[in-house]
């Protein structure tokens, strides 16, 4: 009989000597230190925190609850935000902006006809249809949320319809001084009127109309 490398044989069968039992499982813990900063952490938040939104809405949210849908340590919330209402701003923001940035069509009709659908897109979302009416309910009773949230959803869409005017400017199609930011009053304000507050159908031929219209009122040649 003898042995090799940690095995007894035994009428020419190997037998393992038995193996030190595995140390207990750690149960998870939040991420610390640099990890708090992770993008995997930014974006599990950021999820966490629309779900909270579409769930409790804005005054019922809170950032323990954000934190445990997450699955993180309230630090690692606190390292990006330092309340719930820049968290919601920046997070809100960041996905009605996303996307936003639109190309060059060669006409004014095309470029309004493109930024109106993909404004259709943003607001026809499940979690906008429910996030945003319960923020502009907390806006007119809180001044800090309506300013911000006002600065906010303008800025991020702001470039777009300055985009598009200075393009159809100097193609000749409006004149010199057009107003951008009526432009993207004239496009947003009917299409939220229509998904979010009437809730009627918004056809083809309704953003068809609206494009044309939205020309003409801006002084289309």
Not at 101 to 116: A, F, N, Y
Not at 148 to 167: F, G
Not at 174 to 187: H, K
Request: proline share 7%.
């Amino acid at each position: 009989m003898g042995t090799q490398s940690g095995q007894a044989v035994v009428a020419d069968s190997p037998v393992r000597e038995p193996e030190a039992p595995a140390p207990p499982t750690e149960a998870k813990r939040p991420p610390t230190g640099a990890a708090l900063l992770r993008d995997d952490v930014t974006e599990a938040i950021r999820a966490a925190v629309f779900e909270e939104l579409a769930t409790t809405g804005y005054a019922r949210l809170s950032i323990e609850a954000v934190a445990r849908r997450a699955g993180v340590g309230k630090t690692a919330v606190y390292r990006r935000w330092r309340s719930k209402l820049p968290m919601v701003i920046e997070v809100v923001s960041e996905v009605v902006s996303a996307g936003i940035v639109l190309p060059d069509t060669g006409s004014l009709q095309e470029d309004l006809r493109l930024l109106i659908q993909v404004v259709y897109r943003i607001l026809r979302h499940p979690l906008a249809a429910q996030i945003v009416p319960d923020l502009l309910a907390e806006a007119a009773r809180n001044p800090e949320i309506a300013d911000t949230l006002a600065r906010a959803l303008r800025e991020s869409q702001r470039e777009s319809s300055a985009a598009l005017v200075r393009r159809a400017v100097a193609r000749g199609e409006l004149p010199t001084g057009t107003d951008s930011e009526l432009a993207l009053d004239l496009i947003a304000g009917p299409l939220y009127w229509h998904l979010l507050v009437t809730r009627e159908p918004v056809t083809r031929d309704y953003l068809e109309r609206l494009a044309r219209s939205i020309a003409a009122a801006l002084g289309a040649s």
